[in-house]
């Protein structure tokens, strides 16, 4: 079994600005007058427990989704941001399938392109 090491405070950290950056948006600031009319919400309504139970509910996915990025990145072997921008938009894929295939590929004897489909 493979075991990740993953850091917690940069993890916290991602899904806190995720979450932040999600209230900015909807705040009266940016967006959440036509925000409110488009799922016609009312200003006077009084669904405070409602709105406090989605704030939660979206730091959680934020969480959850900040967790998961980390995993992926992990997984990918990028231990910087140049190496997984440069893994991300690279023409060749890179990463632990890409070593898996070249290894299965160089234990099975080559044939030669014919042109003609092998499939049944």
Do not use: E
Not at 39 to 55: H, L
Not at 87 to 99: E, H, M, W
Request: glycine share 6%; aromatic share 10%.
């Amino acid at each position: 079994m493979h075991h990740l090491q993953f850091n917690h405070w940069a993890i916290l950290v991602s899904a806190l600005i995720q979450w932040f950056i999600g209230a900015l948006w909807y705040s009266p600031v940016l967006f959440a007058k036509p925000w409110m009319a488009m799922v016609f919400i009312r200003k006077d309504s009084s669904k405070k427990n409602s709105m406090i139970f989605g704030m939660i509910a979206s730091f959680l996915g934020s969480l959850v989704t900040s967790l998961m990025l980390a995993h992926v990145a992990i997984w990918s072997g990028a231990s910087t941001s140049d190496s997984s921008c440069g893994s991300a938009f690279s023409p060749r894929p890179s990463g632990p399938a890409t070593s898996m295939k070249a290894a299965r590929s160089s234990s099975t004897p080559s044939t030669p392109a014919t042109g003609s489909c092998a499939c049944s």
